[in-house]
């Protein structure tokens, strides 16, 4: 993974450096921006392949600056917070955040989970894969989506659990194996954490999120999808 770079925005300064020498020590190249506005001009002129941003900044909070890098990009994002209620990490997921780690943080989990969602947006798909339903296409091999004729912008976790339900049509999937899927691990509150990204899914795909026609949800365990024809 050494040609990757990676943006850390981070205020305190001690946890920043100590963060950047373990990233270098796992051979990434790393950017630090110690505020907000910073780390956007940071993001916009160096163009990285992941940021790790924390959220609470001078300037510029990391709110702001999620929506600003989503409003742009669907780069892989991990946010860094002191506040580790299920909440808060449900909105940062809610904002298009990859994943979610608390303070205190060993920075050996850190570095794991920027090189599981670097993993994740590098996995080999099956190739000249097309999947319709009704006036929904998703291709598999471009990473890209359509509604209606018209591009829908989703992160990288978002394809993720739409690629997943896709490609296996009618098949009922539990939180726990889509959470597994798209990141590797199960920690507390990955229930509410997915059903933020399958509302956000839902919101750029469905005509009307509150009636969804692709994406069921199959109480008490957990998500389907239907409809689809592969090609």
């Known amino acids: 993974m050494d040609s990757y770079s990676v943006l850390v925005v981070e205020d305190d300064q001690k946890i920043a450096q100590l963060l950047k020498l373990y990233l270098e020590d796992s051979k990434f190249k790393v950017s630090l921006a110690y505020d907000g506005n910073e780390g956007w001009r940071l993001f916009q002129e160096q163009k990285p392949n992941v940021v790790v941003l924390d959220l609470m900044l001078p300037d510029l909070d ?106 296996q049509p009618e098949q009922v999937f539990s939180r726990r194996s889509i959470v597994e899927y798209i990141q590797g691990s199960i920690y507390d509150g990955y229930e509410r954490m997915l059903d933020a990204h399958i509302k956000n899914l839902r919101k750029k795909i469905e005509n009307d999120s509150k009636f969804p026609l692709y994406i069921q949800t199959v109480y008490g365990v957990g998500y389907k999808f239907i409809g689809a024809t592969n090609e």
């Open 62 to 167: 990391g709110w702001e600056i999620c929506q600003r890098i989503r409003a742009c990009s669907d780069i892989p994002l991990l946010m860094l917070t002191a506040r580790g209620e299920v909440e808060e990490r449900v909105k940062g997921l809610d904002m298009g955040a990859d994943d979610y780690i608390t303070k205190p943080f060993s920075f050996r989990e850190v570095i794991t989970r920027i090189k599981v969602i670097i993993r994740r947006a590098n996995q080999q798909i099956p190739p000249q894969r097309i999947i319709r339903a009704g006036s929904l296409v998703i291709d598999i091999e471009k990473h890209q989506v359509e509604l209606s004729g018209q591009l829908v912008k989703l992160t990288l976790t978002e394809f993720r659990i739409l690629e997943l339900l896709a490609t």
